[in-house]
């Protein structure tokens, strides 16, 4: 997820604490490659500006330069900072889905791995939580996806909505929660019909979506290997339809892992999963402190 640059922090920290004493421009100058390493993970600019100054910061604060493990000491500092700017001040804790049945709405735009992750989150409620899921899909434009959970959901064994030709979306939504709440769901989720790029059509929609079906939560899912532009689409949702969480798809090909350390600060909303995979079982739940431990190695 994060190869290259946690290849280019070691090489970093492998000189610092291999050097014993440490002057300010040692730490400054392992500072600056950094920063130039978070860059070169699509780090958005502001982002990688602000961590390099937190951790100055802190590593003058703390007087590294005359501790007896300089090296480790700046390295206990990085680590703290990956976890805040991936964490956040909140923890992201686990989805909210008490209160039977539970609506969660899946946005995104198309080919994201949205309806994947759709399926691959219900599979993981129902075998790790033991819950009843129903999944409805919503792509009215695109009856292929409609089969594609449908599908899925018999793959997993988990419940889909029957299909019906020529509703909409939003009478789609109302007959779902009706469903959940006769059928004795625990949760139902609603995967919305994606677009290729951001349009008001496209959030107009979503946004009848979640007024009838007051979502639990509203969880973006994103492709991870677009890196800023990820964070950029999380933003836009967030703004039009509100967003309670992130999930960052094709994490297993992306060396970066740009969007990932941006996410949280420049949109204030957590990441709760990763998707690592095409299969089903090929998501992860985002631990912060794992995932900051992973990049230093
Ligand atoms: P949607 O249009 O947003 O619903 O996207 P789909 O769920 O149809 O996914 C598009 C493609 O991406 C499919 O071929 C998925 O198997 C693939 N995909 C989804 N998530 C992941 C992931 O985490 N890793 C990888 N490698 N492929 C993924």
Same mark, same amino acid.
């Given at each position: 997820?994060?190869?290259?640059?946690?290849?280019?922090?070691?090489?970093?920290?492998?000189?610092?604490?291999?050097?014993?004493?440490?002057?300010?421009?040692?730490?400054?100058?392992?500072?600056?490659?950094? *920063? #130039?390493?978070?860059?070169?993970? @699509? !780090?958005?600019? &502001?982002? /990688?500006?602000?961590?390099?100054?937190?951790?100055?910061?802190?590593?003058?604060?703390?007087?590294?330069?005359?501790?007896?493990?300089?090296?480790?000491?700046?390295?206990?500092?990085?680590?703290?900072?990956?976890?805040?700017?991936?964490?956040?001040?909140?923890?992201?804790?686990?989805?909210?889905?008490?209160?039977?049945?539970?609506?969660?709405?899946?946005?995104?735009?198309?080919?994201?791995?949205?309806?994947?992750?759709?399926?691959?989150?219900?599979?993981?409620?129902?075998?790790?939580?033991?819950? *009843? #899921?129903?999944?409805?899909?919503? @792509? !009215?434009?695109? &009856?292929? /996806?409609?089969?594609?959970?449908?599908?899925?959901?018999?793959?997993?064994?988990?419940?889909?909505?029957?299909?019906?030709?020529?509703?909409?979306?939003?009478?789609?939504?109302?007959?779902?929660?009706?469903?959940?709440?006769?059928?004795?769901?625990?949760?139902?989720?609603?995967?919305?019909?994606?677009?290729?790029?951001?349009?008001?059509?496209?959030?107009?929609?979503?946004?009848?979506?979640?007024?009838?079906?007051?979502?639990?939560?509203?969880?973006?899912?994103?492709?991870?290997?677009?890196?800023?532009?990820?964070?950029?689409?999380?933003?836009?949702?967030?703004?039009?339809?509100?967003?309670?969480?992130?999930?960052?798809?094709?994490?297993?090909?992306?060396?970066?892992?740009?969007?990932?350390?941006?996410?949280?600060?420049?949109?204030?909303?957590?990441?709760?999963?990763?998707?690592?995979?095409?299969?089903?079982?090929?998501?992860?739940?985002?631990?912060?402190?794992?995932?900051?431990?992973?990049?230093?190695?």
């Amino acid at each position: 997820m994060f190869e290259n640059l946690s290849e280019r922090l070691s090489g970093v920290f492998d000189r610092l604490t291999k050097q014993g004493a440490l002057s300010e421009e040692d730490v400054k100058t392992a500072l600056r490659e950094v *920063r #130039v390493a978070l860059l070169e993970a @699509d !780090v958005s600019l &502001p982002v /990688a500006r602000d961590f390099v100054k937190a951790v100055q910061d802190k590593a003058t604060g703390q007087a590294v330069t005359k501790s007896i493990t300089p090296g480790q000491q700046v390295v206990k500092i990085v680590h703290d900072e990956l976890v805040h700017v991936l964490a956040g001040d909140g923890e992201a804790g686990a989805l909210r889905i008490d209160n039977p049945p539970a609506p969660i709405l899946m946005v995104g735009l198309q080919g994201g791995g949205k309806t994947t992750t759709t399926a691959k989150l219900a599979k993981r409620l129902k075998e790790r939580e033991g819950k *009843r #899921v129903l999944m409805a899909s919503l @792509d !009215v434009n695109r &009856p292929a /996806a409609m089969e594609q959970l449908q599908i899925l959901g018999t793959q997993i064994g988990v419940d889909t909505l029957p299909i019906v030709k020529g509703e909409d979306p939003v009478t789609i939504a109302k007959r779902a929660k009706t469903q959940a709440a006769l059928g004795g769901y625990d949760v139902y989720m609603l995967d919305t019909a994606g677009r290729l790029s951001i349009d008001e059509e496209l959030m107009a929609q979503v946004a009848a979506v979640r007024d009838v079906a007051n979502p639990r939560e509203t969880l973006l899912v994103v492709d991870g290997l677009t890196g800023q532009d990820a964070v950029h689409t999380a933003e836009n949702f967030d703004d039009r339809i509100g967003i309670t969480g992130v999930v960052l798809t094709r994490m297993d090909g992306d060396g970066r892992g740009g969007a990932a350390l941006s996410m949280r600060a420049v949109t204030g909303k957590p990441i709760r999963f990763v998707g690592l995979g095409e299969k089903m079982d090929a998501l992860e739940t985002f631990e912060p402190d794992r995932v900051a431990g992973r990049i230093l190695g």
